[in-house]
């Protein structure tokens, strides 16, 4: 069973990410649900799953098999990506290929490959207690930069704080991963 703690910090490590998706939607061209395209490749990012104290998502882009002739092309495509993304500091914990059969009228069958990757976070890496506490400090003295939003399900203000900063924390993370995704894509197409 998840704790307390686990389960807020899902809560707001998911909030954190809609407001990335929009964030990139605004951006880029939206597109449905969590997803977004970005110079004619569409990235998708999840909601975050809590797992063994750890927070986990997974983000993913569609493989232009459009401008790529073959099976073996489209390997050599998803190599590049993954060679790329694994030459980062913090490395998904898979990297996978994967084939989605999509039928929407039940007509035609769209044949759609996508990179995929899998990050995990400890949630001790979502939060820091000198940061935390540094805040307080700040608020108390009526020098912090913001004043502390309402929080639902913090009760203190070092508990609103930790998950205020759960939602930066994923954000930033997730932002890192899909800007370097996005920068893979267009080294490995030339674009």
Known sequence: MASLKGILFNQYAGEGLSQLIEELQSKYKPKKGRRFNQNDIT????RPVLHDNSLEFEISSKIPQDE???EKEMQAYFQAIKKIINAQKKKPTSIER?????DSKKETEKKREYVKLHYN?????LYDDKEILKRCKDLEAGSAKEALPDIPGGFTTPGKIAL???????????????TILIEANKKVRGK
């Open 43 to 46: 990235y998708e990012i999840s």
């Open 68 to 70: 790529l002739s073959s």
């Open 98 to 102: 994967e084939n989605i059969i999509w």
């Open 121 to 125: 976070y400890p949630l001790e890496d």
């Open 164 to 178: 205020l900063m759960v939602r930066e924390k994923i954000q930033e993370f997730c932002r890192n991963h899909i």
